[in-house]
């Protein structure tokens, strides 16, 4: 039902910045606590960062903290990642994922992600 569509990769040089997009559809966008994973070539797939359905709570993982921000845009149905002070570490496709609010174990396991965007950083 719910459809997520990233946008905003590329590439970039250490010490940059990006700003990644997801737009939401299909739903209830206050409906749902949402977020960024994120995998490398020949790695898991790793949380990065999670926002609560209504933008109060966030959540990053201690490899992005200080240097990302993760919101939201109910009014335009968005999500965003600001990715600064870009490391070559930080190479992965970049996914928006989403769940119901409120349901238990939010993660992998969510319902609903999207596509992916590229987000290459050279030394």
């Known amino acids: 039902q719910v459809q997520l569509v990233e946008s905003g990769g590329g590439l970039v040089q250490a010490g940059g910045a990006l700003r990644l997009s997801c737009a939401a559809s299909?739903?209830?966008?206050?409906?749902?606590?949402m977020g960024w994973f994120r995998q490398a070539p020949g790695k898991e797939r790793e949380f990065v960062a999670r926002?609560?359905?209504?933008?109060?709570?966030?959540g990053y993982a201690t490899s992005v903290k200080g240097r990302f921000t993760i919101s939201r845009d109910g009014a335009k149905k968005m999500m965003y990642l600001q990715m600064n002070s870009l490391k070559p570490e930080d190479t992965a496709v970049y996914y928006c994922?989403?769940?119901?609010?409120?349901?238990?174990?939010?993660?992998?396991?969510?319902?609903?992600w999207g596509q992916g965007t590229q987000v290459t950083v050279s030394s």
């Open positions: 994922t989403a769940a119901p609010r409120g349901v238990a174990n939010w993660g992998r396991s969510n319902k609903y």
């Open positions: 299909g739903g209830t966008f206050s409906s749902y606590d």
């Open positions: 926002i609560s359905w209504s933008g109060a709570v966030t």
